[in-house]
């Protein structure tokens, strides 16, 4: 199962619904699925894509365990896989233009994956109530807020202009994560783009996989505690605060998207190089000079020379 988390208005135009994929191939570093239900995307279809894995691990092993993978994904051209060696990178040319984020979950009781995920222990919907009423209770005794939504492993708190959600997928990956945003106003941030947009330290932990009520109760605490200590501001509906953190988003979509192009044009600059094609190095480079590194401003450099000795 496919959970887009990024780009945004990707996940809005498809309501944030989880998308059923099969697995066709892996290895160490990266799967290749195919979603069961394409969509629409920009005018073209989106089927196939090659996830990696944003962490340390094994996608192919760890989602064989049963275990989720937060992941990068781009989108392949069904025409431009070698279906005969389906991680046989020759025929691929880097997608459409679409990147993702998301998280690949193993699906309860499915042939893919030789054990399922295990569900949470003695966990349910009222042990994440409890403990998500009882850590962020300062939000409504110290901010104001109030509850606005309860429902099945998803609390919302409103207050200032701004709303506060928590989220606890007991029923598979047991992430527990928290979202922000200020209320009628896209796009939403997550807990770790809020504490870099207030200097957090950078090692603080913003996401968690609660698999049992201790832990959840552990981890939820922390969330709270973290949003408490270094996003105040937010909750008080800041507007210095939320520009702050929207710019913060821009760049780091910005250089999410560029690193994407990067690893496009890199596949093809190495390939072109291997058979002596300067003009492909060149137009596979040239777009991204200022972000190249020494070395392949120096392959650059030199497919330029060898074309100018023409």
Request: net charge neutral; with cysteine; aromatic share 10%.
């Amino acid at each position: 199962m496919l959970r887009i988390s990024d780009p945004w208005d990707l996940g809005e135009s498809l309501s944030w619904q989880p998308y059923r994929a099969s697995v066709l191939a892996g290895d160490k570093r990266r799967v290749l699925i195919r979603l069961d239900e394409p969509f629409v995307y920009e005018g073209k279809q989106r089927e196939y894509f090659l996830a990696a894995s944003r962490h340390a691990g094994h996608p192919a092993t760890d989602l064989a365990k049963g275990r989720s993978i937060f992941s990068n994904l781009d989108q392949i051209e069904s025409d431009a896989i070698d279906f005969a060696d389906l991680l046989n990178e020759e025929r691929w040319r880097g997608g459409t233009g679409i990147g993702l984020i998301g998280t690949l979950d193993p699906i309860l009781g499915s042939s893919k994956c030789s054990r399922p995920l295990r569900p949470a222990r003695n966990l349910g919907m009222t042990a994440f109530e409890s403990a998500a009423c009882d850590v962020f209770r300062y939000l409504i005794d110290d901010f104001g807020y109030q509850m606005t939504k309860r429902s099945q492993g998803l609390i919302t708190y409103c207050g200032n202009g701004v709303f506060v959600t928590i989220s606890h997928d007991f029923n598979g990956s047991c992430e527990l994560a928290l979202f922000l945003g200020q209320e009628d106003e896209l796009p939403s941030f997550g807990l770790g783009k809020a504490l870099r947009s207030c200097n957090a330290p950078a090692e603080l932990p913003y996401s968690y996989q609660a698999i049992d009520v201790a832990k959840l109760r552990k981890d939820a605490g922390e969330l709270a505690d973290s949003l408490r200590l270094y996003c105040s501001e937010l909750l008080v509906g800041d507007w210095q605060a939320f520009q702050k953190l929207a710019e913060l988003h821009e760049v780091e979509c910005n250089a999410f998207e560029r690193e994407r192009r990067l690893r496009s044009a890199r596949e093809a600059a190495n390939q072109a190089w291997s058979t002596g094609g300067y003009q492909q190095v060149i137009d596979a480079f040239a777009p991204h000079e200022d972000f190249l590194r020494k070395s392949e401003r120096m392959k650059l450099a030199y497919a330029r020379k060898r074309l100018r000795g023409k």
